[in-house]
């Protein structure tokens, strides 16, 4: 599937998203990797092979680790990391991961960004409005919001 401007892409359960080198979406049917399905360490590691240094990897709250080898691959590559400080996260075991990976591969500071805080009060379905293939999910997760 070709990436258009102003759509959000999603991956349905159970198939990670790829970026392939053309530029294009593609789903895999590949295992689970560290216990998740989809996996956003998929993503990132595609996209850092794909568009190197042109890629943004953002790190916001979760469990696990799920994420931290693909944004320490963005780094490699060139790219730039954004990570939710772990104080400021709901579940902090994915931000944590992340900037322990980060750190551990001695990633150079420029590349980090922890400070992003989220506001409960964002209207989420005015920040999303006008962008297409949001999953249903989202749309009815920021209604509650």
Same mark, same amino acid.
């Given at each position: 599937?070709?990436?258009? $401007?102003?759509?959000?892409?999603?991956? $349905?359960?159970?198939?990670p998203l790829l970026l392939e080198n053309d530029g294009k979406l593609a789903l895999s049917?590949?295992?689970?990797?560290?216990?998740?399905?989809p996996s956003v360490d998929v993503l990132f590691d595609s996209a850092a092979s794909s568009l190197g240094a042109r890629?943004?990897?953002v790190i916001l709250t979760g469990?696990?680790?799920?994420?931290a080898r693909g944004l320490e691959r963005i780094c490699q590559s060139g790219g730039y990391t954004i990570v939710q400080d772990p104080d400021d996260a709901k579940? $902090?075991?994915? $931000?944590?991961?992340?900037?322990?990976?980060?750190?551990?591969?001695?990633?150079?500071?420029?590349?980090?960004?922890t400070s992003m805080r989220l506001i409960s009060d964002t209207n989420w379905a005015?920040?999303?409005?006008?962008?297409?293939?949001?999953?249903?999910?989202?749309?009815?997760?920021?209604?509650?919001?």
């Open positions: 599937m070709k990436i258009h $401007p102003g759509f959000a892409y999603l991956a $349905p359960a159970n198939y049917t590949d295992v689970q990797v560290n216990f998740a399905r890629v943004i990897g469990s696990a680790s799920d994420g579940m $902090p075991g994915m $931000p944590q991961h992340a900037l322990q990976r980060l750190a551990a591969s001695n990633v150079t500071v420029r590349n980090i960004i005015e920040l999303f409005e006008g962008v297409s293939l949001v999953d249903e999910r989202l749309r009815a997760a920021s209604a509650l919001a």
